[in-house]
């Protein structure tokens, strides 16, 4: 595909050299300038219209790793500015791995892995408050809570802080609500969603009556007050999360039968991407007040990918990576038709079998990169960076509004209770830096019935005490036989 300026050079589309913006141009050319007046109509400004994606250098990868070869279209990848998390294949189970991002090169075979499902793990995320919680959904019917300590793993986890059951089929999509505190939103393909108050364990909000078939996607809006829904059976919802109604419905938002993926952009518009009936991949934008006609809807290829979109609030670009792809493209969406403007695209050899994001808060501001990919291959991570052309290594502002910190603003108890709770948002002027301590996650002494309950029966608890107890013991034992030596030596000198 080309760009809707490509035939238009030398004219002014290469208008912003030196930083020089159209606007000045035109401040200075002479109104009578007819062909000036034409290009001016045709080439749309955009500071992101020069905005292009770079693969890192080979040692900067992550290598050698058995990427999960499951057919399920999430990203498979998690990322945060401490931690990269991978699902892997696993013998007898689901696995996933989760690296210090400094940790690049080949990774040894021996690594350790979080492995306590028992089935292969579907989808995994970080927590947006606490860098150090990640949430994984199974194809064992359970979601499990995870924390990896500050250094990456040095053994194989299997116990997960919070074992969460409640769906009777797999589960195939999670995620953390953006601003109140330990609020876990989970689909499965039992067609229910459920929220989740992690620190108690426990489902808040059970929505099993709505969706009549497999839930394809499911997201939050900025402020966590509104959840949109993707479904097999071609429609789209828009449901209020604590009474689990829907607000605004769209049937046949695309016309073909394969899946369908739905993201909040901004002013509560939506974007979405589907197939027509030709199976054509296809782009939209919707505004749920006058759902009846989309606002644009354009035809991109005919590829069988399905386009996962990832929508970054700050700078208004939409990025959508095709599973099976070696490209991703990018959009920016505006309030002027047709408000989802392509800007270009970056391309690779190889396929890519998962996408992570990573968040604001973990880019490079000084070299003006504005998005960062990790790119899953068979057999390596690979991070790809969106960086836009300026000359100066100042700070720059516009690219750069504050953007959502780690805070949250509510805990799970005050959000189900009915407050919501905006967005807290931070300066990235000098990077990121913790002010203050990561949300500490705190289980409620409550949970700890609901936890040995969930483990199955009170056997297997009991066993798992015995064997503490054991281990204490050895311990015990150990330390005694070391102090009676140290005392022997002692007595000798």
Not at 309 to 329: A, E, H, N, Q, W
Not at 425 to 430: A, E, F, N, R
Request: aromatic share 8%; with cysteine.
């Amino acid at each position: 595909m080309r760009s809707e300026c490509s035939y238009l050079r030398p004219s002014l589309c290469e208008c912003r050299v030196s930083g020089v913006a159209a606007e000045t141009l035109e401040a200075e050319s002479p109104p009578h300038d007819s062909q000036f007046t034409m290009s001016r109509r045709v080439v749309r400004t955009s500071k992101f219209r020069h905005v292009f994606g770079q693969a890192v250098k080979a040692d900067q990868c992550y290598d050698d790793i058995r990427i999960s070869q499951m057919t399920w279209d999430s990203n498979f990848c998690s990322v945060n500015p401490k931690f990269v998390a991978m699902i892997v294949d696993a013998s007898g189970g689901g696995a996933f791995m989760v690296l210090p991002l400094t940790k690049t090169g080949r990774i040894d075979m021996s690594y350790p892995t979080v492995c306590g499902h028992t089935g292969p793990v579907l989808d995994i995320e970080f927590c947006p408050h606490n860098d150090n919680i990640i949430a994984s959904g199974s194809e064992d019917c359970s979601v499990m809570i995870w924390e990896i300590p500050d250094g990456g793993l040095t053994t194989s986890l299997t116990d997960p802080v919070v074992k969460l059951d409640g769906h009777s089929k797999r589960v195939g999509i999670l995620s953390w609500h953006p601003t109140a505190h330990n609020v876990l939103m989970s689909a499965g393909c039992d067609n229910v969603v459920i929220l989740w108050n992690v620190a108690r364990g426990e489902a808040a909000v059970r929505i099993d009556s709505v969706h009549t078939d497999l839930i394809y996607s499911a997201c939050w809006n900025r402020d966590g007050s509104r959840i949109l829904t993707a479904c097999k059976d071609k429609t789209m919802r828009v449901l209020d999360p604590r009474k689990g109604t829907v607000l605004f419905e769209k049937e046949k938002a695309h016309e073909g039968s394969r899946p369908i993926r739905a993201v909040f952009v901004n002013d509560g518009k939506i974007l979405t991407t589907g197939f027509s009936r030709m199976s054509e991949r296809q782009v939209a934008l919707w505004d749920p007040k006058k759902f009846g006609e989309p606002l644009t809807l354009q035809e991109l290829d005919t590829s069988s990918g399905v386009l996962l979109p990832f929508f970054d609030p700050d700078t208004g670009v939409v990025y959508l990576c095709g599973k099976g792809d070696s490209s991703i493209r990018y959009f920016e969406v505006t309030d002027e038709a047709p408000y989802v403007h392509y800007l270009s695209m970056y391309s690779s050899k190889e396929s890519q079998k998962g996408m992570g994001y990573m968040p604001k808060r973990g880019l490079e501001v000084n070299k003006c990169e504005i998005a960062r990919f990790y790119k899953l291959h068979e057999r390596k991570c690979e991070p790809i960076v969106m960086t836009v052309p300026r000359k100066s290594d100042l700070f720059q502002e516009d690219l750069y509004p504050d953007t959502i910190g780690p805070e949250p603003s509510v805990e799970a108890d005050e959000w189900f209770e009915g407050k919501d709770g905006q967005p807290i948002l931070i300066s990235l002027k000098d990077g990121f830096v913790a002010t203050t301590k990561a949300k500490e996650f705190k289980v409620h002494k409550s949970l700890l019935k609901t936890t040995t309950a969930s483990a199955g029966n009170q056997q297997e608890g009991s066993g798992e005490v015995q064997s503490l107890r054991k281990e204490v013991k050895d311990l015990k034992a150990a330390i005694e036989e070391l102090t009676k030596r140290v005392s022997e030596l002692e007595s000798k000198h």
